[in-house]
């Protein structure tokens, strides 16, 4: 089946730094997405990609969907400690019966040290 | 809501026992997904609805394990004869009609646990 690779697992930082992760994928996927989840909580989405090769910001967060649609990266700039959270990728591809179900990655856990 | 919403928050069941798990997606949103999380591991896709019908089932892991929609709103998952391997957190997620590039808007889950 579909699986992404995604990494860091866990990454330890300290308030004002920026962070990269990334995923890949040995399929391709039309849409790439990045979520990002509190404890207890439900994931949220943070940016969407659907072209090849796009570079979209929203906020101090920046992600670019790979040109082989196989990867993408997710940046972080300036971290604070609200950043702290795990940190998924996931994969949208139409399938069976038209649905669009999500493939996620492992998660990136951040910590933020102030 | 405004949101969606899932209960109970959290389950404790004893291995054997049959549990639902209840979603109620954002009113109007057509489309519900069901995703199972493991504990250190990113969701994995059970079910898909658009309405009251089912077209994808292809990431319940066992028989059983069955959902249903009822009026196009609230679904209910059932897991039959639970196993420890079932321990997870059940997340729920609905979008405005199932299309691509739609935004999947999840709830906060059931944290089931199975002795």
């Known amino acids: 089946g579909q699986q992404l690779n995604q990494s860091p697992q866990s990454m330890f930082i300290q308030e004002g730094e920026d962070v990269s992760m990334n995923c890949t994928s040995s399929?391709?996927?039309?849409?790439w997405l990045w979520y990002k989840q509190d404890p207890g909580e439900g994931p949220v989405l943070l940016i969407a990609?659907?072209?090849?090769?796009e570079l979209t910001s929203n906020g101090r967060l920046t992600a670019q969907f790979g040109i082989t649609r196989k990867d993408s990266f997710l940046n972080i700039s300036a971290s604070i400690p609200s950043d702290v959270g795990i940190y998924f990728c996931?994969?949208?591809?139409?399938?069976?019966?038209?649905?669009?179900?999500?493939?996620f990655g492992k998660g990136t856990k951040l910590t933020v040290n102030p | 809501g405004a949101g969606v919403s899932q209960s109970p928050s959290n389950k404790v069941t004893e291995k054997g026992k049959d549990v639902e798990l209840r979603c109620d997606p954002i009113?109007?949103?057509?489309?519900l997904y069901w995703y199972r999380q493991s504990l250190g591991q990113g969701l994995e896709f059970l079910i898909y609805?658009?309405?009251?019908?089912?077209?994808?089932k292809s990431g319940l892991p066992s028989d059983r394990f069955s959902a249903e929609r009822t009026g196009g709103s609230v679904s209910t998952l059932t897991i039959q004869r639970t196993q420890q391997e079932d321990s997870a957190v059940y997340l729920c997620?609905?979008?405005?009609?199932?299309?691509?590039?739609?935004?999947?808007?999840f709830g906060p889950g059931t944290r089931l646990l199975v002795l």
């Open positions: 997620a609905s979008s405005l009609s199932g299309g691509a590039a739609e935004t999947q808007y």
């Open positions: 399929s391709i996927f039309n849409t």
């Open positions: 990609l659907y072209k090849a090769g």
């Open positions: 996931a994969g949208q591809s139409s399938t069976q019966g038209g649905s669009e179900k999500l493939v």
């Open positions: 009113s109007g949103h057509t489309a």
């Open positions: 609805f658009q309405g009251n019908s089912a077209p994808d």
